[in-house]
């Protein structure tokens, strides 16, 4: 059994750029599932299956499995709901890696960092492009982006703001 320990954040600013080593175009979408969340994911050449606890926090049960882009493509064709599509930029700060998600199409303009840690105590670093941690709320996870996308919240332009702040 995998359990995934993740924090998430909002990014402020550009500066992270300059810090990415490697770039790559996402596209998930979900397959049903009322107690977890079923998505197929294709990441350039790969693709996987992952099951995830719905839970809220910081902590949940995951389950990741490779499986040929072949399956994903038809999974995705013939049997997923709704979808997410993003560029994950990766960033390394004293040996702990930020997966910056920029989304893309009706979650334009969102744009949110997440570390994995061994535990929920564990320290990483805080680079001032990191902005409030958005981790407890449910709205920021890729299922629910794709069931309401960032361009139908009512509070974007304030978040869109708050992006720009620095």
């Not at 810090?19 to 397959?31: E, G, N, P, W």
């Not at 099951?51 to 997923?80: H, Q, W």
């Not at 960092?113 to 670093?125: H, K, N, R, T």
Request: with cysteine; glycine share 6%; net charge negative.
């Amino acid at each position: 059994m995998g359990i995934e320990i993740e924090r998430k954040f909002l990014i402020i600013g550009d500066a992270w750029r300059t810090a990415v080593t490697r770039s790559i175009r996402m596209a998930q979408a979900y397959l049903g599932g009322d107690r977890c969340s079923t998505r197929v994911r294709i990441e350039g050449e790969s693709a996987k299956l992952n099951i995830k606890s719905l839970s809220t926090g910081i902590e949940r049960l995951e389950f990741e499995y490779d499986i040929p882009v072949a399956d994903a493509n038809v999974l995705m064709a013939e049997l997923a709901g709704k979808r997410v599509e993003k560029i994950r930029h990766l960033v390394a700060l004293d040996d702990v890696l930020f997966e910056i998600d920029e989304f893309l199409s009706d979650n334009q303009g969102l744009i949110v960092a997440e570390v994995e840690l061994e535990s929920a105590e564990a320290a990483y670093p805080k680079p001032a492009w990191l902005g409030r941690e958005v981790s407890l709320e449910r709205r920021y996870l890729n299922l629910a982006l794709a069931e309401q996308a960032f361009a139908m919240w009512p509070d974007r332009e304030a978040i869109l703001m708050e992006l720009q702040s620095c």
